[in-house]
């Protein structure tokens, strides 16, 4: 029924008061909504990223329109794979190419190709008419899951496609059209053995051997904790914006206006994978600025003199040291004591509230071993009496979903480098109404809190690198990189005598174990496993004069000597089962030929 004046009414508001059903409330041509996103509060047309006349040099290595599941003769999605008959039919995923485009490749029905993307290549078989118009091509979905045969287990379609870029508000896609390659393969290796490693671009150097290693020895990086190799799209990424996207982001020309769009389309792609709104993500240079920001920014915003943050012993030294400052300026901290599991008890702080309390920071997930901390319940402590809550969620993020809402934090720091992403950029995420002081002033840049000109290949970087992670929760990684985390521990509880795991079997990373082995010192057990090309690390800093192990071990109850007797091995995606047990080979040659090597003795 017609009806007037309805925003005086209050019928256009859920909660029945007057106004309109927007954030403030008013009628609103700017949205607020809008901007909450990271888009612009008014909606300006802008040009397809990728498409033949939006990008004419892409066009150029890629000039085919790519198509996935708009064509599809046999199946909806992977059903087929489960009907003996359709499934017979078609062992092997196709590309439907016009015949004139098949023509000028060399490809014929029934040859083994590959589907060419910016974003990577699949093998496909090559079904070759003219019931496709030139210049496009569909390629087969339904696969890459769990069902099929392992052509079809290995060819997931989304690989290809850039899922990643919709709009959040509608969840509609963003890209008007996308570009590919069909390019013959020569020697067809047995489809689905080489779709994981042709993610790699050809052009990809070799990791260098350091000095004293054998070229023969297979390289075994599992030190992931430390730091992650960036994602070959990462690079990718990387290179692109080197190349085209380095103007500054706060000019108002064209070029600068394209190096803030990729900078918001970053900033949208970590809040997707934070599940918060583009706006409530600051940019840093990594996470321990973040911390920095998070920690001393809210308690000189604060106003309380002292202040009193409550945080764990077993924090990140970024954490630690920042509370160190606070203490040295006059404020308290208290520090929350861990248990032989490493888990904080969220009921062991009730002693520590006082009236000025403004703070309490405690880690998502420890580096060392890879426990994760009730964060969630921890927070509702801190809620409940007004507090703000801080979490380090550099080692968490990208390994396990992350979700701002769910844990109920009002500030969260996180790290590129940690997640196959750059090195010397981060993020700081802060709760809409978290006041914080910055730490760099000049210009206004990151909501006033972060002044600097934006690193826009870094933060770039950071958005391909959430996208990647966003894929990896939907594809099994983390519980491939479990099963092999667990294959590998079994494997060094059974050979070393008396060899215990630290902290709690969960919850905790999937990545990450972190063991105490007897009679072993950890650092020459590393550098001995280091010269049969293997990369982990020990809980020891007992190296430049320092004979100090790690603190957070001690604080879980460890004597000194088991803390020096521990190694830590974080794996990552690019593991597999055969490296795990070269390992553990190598681990037994280690321990019968050089055991005078790695044996403990006291630092002198």
Excluded at 26 to 43: K, N, Q, V
Excluded at 52 to 65: D, K, S, W
Excluded at 219 to 228: E, G, I, Q, S
């Amino acid at each position: 029924m017609m009806e007037y004046r309805k925003w005086e009414k209050g019928r256009l508001r859920p909660d029945g008061q007057p106004g309109f059903d927007t954030p403030s409330g008013r009628f609103e041509i700017a949205s607020s909504i809008l901007a909450e996103h990271g888009y612009d509060a008014l909606p300006v047309y802008s040009e397809p990223a990728e498409g033949p006349q939006a990008a004419l040099e892409l066009a150029r290595r890629y000039p085919l329109v790519f198509n996935s599941g708009a064509r599809t003769k046999w199946d909806f999605r992977s059903q087929h794979h489960g009907v003996g008959r359709l499934a017979a039919r078609n062992p092997h995923p196709l590309v439907h190419l016009n015949a004139n485009d098949a023509r000028v490749r060399g490809i014929a029905t029934g040859d083994s190709v590959w589907v060419e993307t910016p974003r990577g290549r699949l093998q496909y078989r090559a079904q070759v008419d003219d019931d496709i118009v030139p210049g496009a091509v569909e390629a087969a979905m339904g696969g890459g899951g769990p069902l099929g045969n392992d052509s079809w287990r290995s060819t997931n379609v989304n690989r290809l496609t850039d899922i990643s870029r919709f709009d959040p508000i509608s969840g509609f896609p963003i890209y008007k059209a996308l570009l590919c390659e069909v390019v013959r393969i020569e020697a067809p290796a047995e489809m689905g053995a080489t779709a994981a490693a042709s993610r790699l671009p050809p052009d990809r150097p070799e990791e260098q051997e350091p000095t004293g290693t054998s070229p023969r020895l297979r390289r075994v990086y599992l030190d992931c904790n430390a730091t992650t190799a960036p994602a070959p799209e990462v690079c990718d990424a990387l290179d692109r914006a080197y190349r085209s996207n380095w103007a500054n982001p706060s000019s108002i020309h064209a070029a600068g206006g394209l190096a803030r769009a990729a900078v918001e389309e970053a900033r949208r792609h970590g809040a997707r994978l934070l599940n918060t709104t583009a706006r409530r993500v600051i940019f840093t240079s990594g996470g321990s600025e973040a911390d920095n920001l998070a920690i001393l920014g809210l308690v000189e915003a604060s106003g309380v003199r002292p202040a009193h943050v409550v945080t764990s012993t077993i924090e990140h030294p970024a954490v630690l040291r920042n509370c160190r400052a606070l203490e040295q300026r006059g404020h308290n901290v208290s520090y929350l004591s861990v248990d032989r599991a490493g888990l904080v008890d969220p009921s062991s702080w009730a002693g520590f509230l006082q009236p000025n309390m403004v703070l309490v920071t405690v880690m998502l997930a420890n580096n060392e071993t890879g426990v994760i901390q009730p964060i969630a319940e921890l927070a509702a402590i801190a809620r409940a009496r007004g507090v703000a809550f801080h979490t380090d969620a550099v080692q968490a993020f990208g390994r396990i979903p992350v979700d701002v809402e769910a844990l109920g934090i009002d500030l969260l720091s996180v790290s590129a480098h940690k997640l196959y992403g750059p090195k010397g950029i981060g993020a700081l995420f802060v709760r809409k109404g978290i006041v914080l002081e910055p730490r760099l002033y000049g210009g206004g840049q990151e909501s006033g809190l972060r002044a600097g000109t934006e690193n826009v290949p870094g933060i770039v970087g950071l958005g391909r690198a959430c996208d990647l992670a966003e894929m990896s929760f939907g594809d099994g990684t983390p519980g491939r990189i479990a099963a092999l985390r667990d294959r590998l521990e079994a494997g060094i509880l059974d050979r070393v005598p008396g060899a215990k795991r630290i902290g709690v079997i969960q919850p905790r990373l999937p990545n990450t174990t972190n063991l105490t082995l007897p009679g072993i010192r950890g650092e020459s057990l590393v550098l001995a496993l280091d010269r049969r090309g293997i990369r982990c690390s020990s809980g020891s800093a007992c190296r430049a004069g320092n004979p100090d192990p790690s603190h957070g071990l001690l604080a879980m109850g460890l004597t000194i000597e088991e803390a020096h007797c521990t190694a830590r091995f974080s794996l990552g995606r690019d593991n597999s089962a055969r490296e795990i047990d070269y390992v553990l080979e190598e681990l037994d040659r280690t321990l019968r030929d050089t055991f005078q090597a790695v044996r403990f003795a006291g630092c002198r």
